[in-house]
């Protein structure tokens, strides 16, 4: 007896597959960095709402670029992609110093956040 999928299956499974992954949302450790030029080849200055993404999570500089929502508390900002934090632990996170001030005083240093890819 052989079984055979339609082409179309494979496409629902991927896809939803797909769906889920950019639904996941993370908890980590946010803490801030100074600027300049990244991993991903951006420049930037510290009043830019930008992120260095933990090595793991960063893949190999795969999400460049991408947007991702960052909570603390009741505020909400959204961030771009620009560089890799070798430092940073598992869902941990690295902030400009404008971004990291829209959730808490540079002086705090680091604080547990929820994030996701938009």
Not at 58 to 78: D, E, M, P, S, Y
């Amino acid at each position: 007896m052989k079984f055979f999928l339609k082409p179309n299956v494979f496409a629902t499974i991927a896809l939803t597959t797909l769906v889920s992954a950019a639904q996941a949302s993370f908890v980590g450790d946010a803490t801030w960095f100074n600027t300049g030029l990244g991993s991903c080849g951006f420049n930037n200055v510290d009043s830019d709402f930008v992120v260095a993404l933990n090595s793991a999570q960063a893949a190999g500089n795969a999400h460049c670029g991408q947007l991702i929502r960052v909570q603390f508390q009741a505020t909400t900002i959204l961030v771009q992609v620009v560089d890799t934090c070798p430092g940073c632990g598992v869902n941990g996170i690295d902030l400009s110093p404008g971004a990291f001030q829209a959730l808490a005083p540079l002086d705090v240093g680091r604080i547990q956040v929820t994030w996701d890819f938009v």
